[in-house]
């Protein structure tokens, strides 16, 4: 036992070093390019014009401590068409995205191609964010609150498939697999096995995409999609910081109550 | 249990009856159908929708107008450039507060503070933050980067206290008990078991940034949002549909490389870790 190396040595510290060092110097390198001038954002000029005018931005903010709040009334017609579209939304949606989910999961669909040409559709439709969609279908369909309730619906039901469907691939397959057994076909499988199955999370997710879309239809208006973003929109034009802070606590007020509502039911559902 | 009861049992049970189901969902009907209802629809409208789209869509993608690439590269790379500063503002601003908002770390007025905070600024869109500071740093790309990094304060915020709060307490523990103080517990104890599930959070919030950041373009703050509602307004499609098609590839492609690193971080300190303790 002589031969045995003393076994209390402390082992080698690793070299990490030129790793970190190298890791540093790229996120610098891509900062700096970012923040350049010609290549990147030009920081330096936006410093520059905050400079200039920050006295009289300043006092814009402070207005914002002003509360105006006899814009208050005025803003209930439109927070409630905020809230309509939010439920209209989430509406279609969860009825577009049950058959949707049931076609793009590995348990629900065993056909490949069809599944994955499905959802990478449905991540094309995922890369693009909500107001820009909504810009573009303003200008296709109109000014109204139907433009909001499509940009919605579109990336609900993407959010929706994407989640559920990998929670149904994750859950358990036994049910699914004593349905086969049985000799069902898989449409009689999916109708009475695997849709109560995904129900609590199919619940869960709609509830998600319902708190999401109130923020998302809050900003809507701001191109012109109907909704609490409208009247913004039109405060913000004015610089009237005054009312648009009221504007803004009242969505935290109702975003948050909407929250507590959801969480609670959520509780309850899973 | 006697062989009686389990006789009887053997029996197939009564459905259960879920009455409040049934009431839930029809409420929840009757609630759909009164917004259908209430909402300034024109339904008679509808039934063209189907086929504007698809006009629309062929306007926009049967003959792009690739001449626009080149401009359209540049102000996705000022987008992206944008939501880059604003992550790295979020980072810088929201770590220290993460932790020091976890229970354990900082003191008990400062956790409910900072969570209210994050809390509010997480119900808040990112561009309305931007209209708000607006007034102040005007309509340049500035306004961009922090109002995508005020937002993420928000997020990183929530997400870093969770962490710190379910990150084993091990390392924490050695280091008290060696006579570390908070700053080396915080620095040999904590930030090793936390890092690399924070280096994930901070590519995930610059997916959400990149998004955030053509959004941002919108009122006017410069980047791909921008030049993108300049043309729909000028109804030049073939414009509009190279558009769409950069934002897509370049965010999926940035979601494709930030997401193969995260999974390199996470699933590579997974496996180091029962060897490295």
Not at chain 1, 34 to 60: C, E, M, R, T
Not at chain 1, 203 to 217: C, G, I
Not at chain 2, 121 to 130: D, L, Q
Request: hydrophobic share 55%; glycine share 10%; proline share 6%.
């Amino acid at each position: 036992m002589t031969a045995a190396p003393t076994p209390s040595r402390v082992p080698p510290k690793p070299r990490t070093w030129p790793r970190t060092l190298a890791i540093w110097a790229v996120l610098l390198v891509i900062t700096a390019i970012a923040a350049s001038p010609f290549v990147g954002i030009d920081l330096g000029a936006g410093f520059g014009a905050v400079a200039k005018s920050w006295q009289n931005g300043v006092n814009k903010l402070l207005e914002m401590f002003q509360l105006d709040w006899r814009i208050l009334p005025r803003t209930f017609p439109p927070l409630l068409q905020t809230i309509e579209m939010a439920i209209a939304g989430t509406a279609v949606s969860a009825i577009l995205a049950i058959p949707l989910t049931l076609w793009s999961a590995r348990l629900t669909n065993p056909w490949t191609p069809g599944r994955g040409v499905v959802r990478f559709i449905l991540n094309v439709i995922r890369a693009i964010p909500d107001l820009l969609y909504a810009a573009i279908l303003v200008a296709m369909v109109g000014v109204g609150a139907l433009p909001g309730i499509l940009s919605l619906v579109m990336l609900d039901v993407a959010i929706i498939v994407k989640l559920v469907a990998e929670a149904v691939d994750a859950g358990q397959t036994g049910s699914i697999e004593a349905g086969r057994a049985a000799g069902g076909t898989q449409f009689q499988i999916n109708r009475a096995l695997a849709l109560p199955d995904m129900w609590p999370s199919f619940a869960s997710q709609t509830l998600y995409v319902f708190e999401l879309n109130v923020r998302v239809s809050a900003v809507l208006g701001l191109v012109g999609a109907g909704g609490l973003g409208l009247l913004i929109d039109e405060v913000r034009t004015y610089f009237h910081y005054d009312q648009l802070a009221v504007i803004i606590l009242e969505l935290l007020v109702v975003i948050v109550l909407l929250e507590l509502g959801s969480s609670w039911l959520r509780r309850r559902l899973v | 249990m006697s062989i009686l009861d389990l006789r009887l049992s053997a029996a197939v049970p009564p459905k259960p009856r879920h009455w409040w189901r049934w009431l839930a969902a029809l409420v929840i009907a009757a609630v759909v159908v009164a917004v259908f209802i209430a909402l300034p629809i024109a339904w008679n409208r509808l039934g063209d929708l189907p086929g504007e789209i698809v006009r629309y869509l062929w306007l926009m993608f049967s003959a792009p107008d690739w001449s626009k690439l080149p401009e359209a590269l540049w102000q996705t790379w000022r987008s992206v450039a944008m939501a880059w500063i604003g992550t790295i503002l979020s980072i810088a601003i929201a770590t220290p507060l993460s932790i020091l908002a976890a229970r354990g770390v900082g003191p008990r007025w400062c956790i409910v503070v900072l969570r209210v905070v994050f809390g509010v600024i997480r119900a808040v869109p990112e561009i309305i933050i931007a209209i708000v500071i607006l007034s102040v740093t005007g309509l340049t790309p500035l306004t961009g980067a922090i109002a995508i990094g005020v937002s993420g304060i928000g997020t990183l915020g929530k997400w870093g206290y969770e962490a710190v709060e379910t990150a084993p307490t091990g390392g924490v523990e050695a280091v008290r008990a060696s006579g570390g103080r908070l700053g080396d517990e915080i620095r040999w104890g904590l930030w090793p078991a936390i890092a690399p599930t924070f280096l994930s959070f901070w590519l995930y919030r610059f997916e959400i940034s990149v998004r955030a950041s053509a959004i941002l373009g919108l009122i006017g703050v410069g980047g791909i949002g921008d030049m993108l509602t300049s043309y729909t307004q000028y109804r030049d499609w073939a414009t509009v549909g190279v558009l769409v098609i950069v934002v897509i590839v370049v965010t999926m492609l940035l979601d494709a490389v930030s997401g193969a690193i995260r999974r390199r971080i996470t699933e590579g300190a997974t496996s180091r870790g029962p060897a490295g303790a």
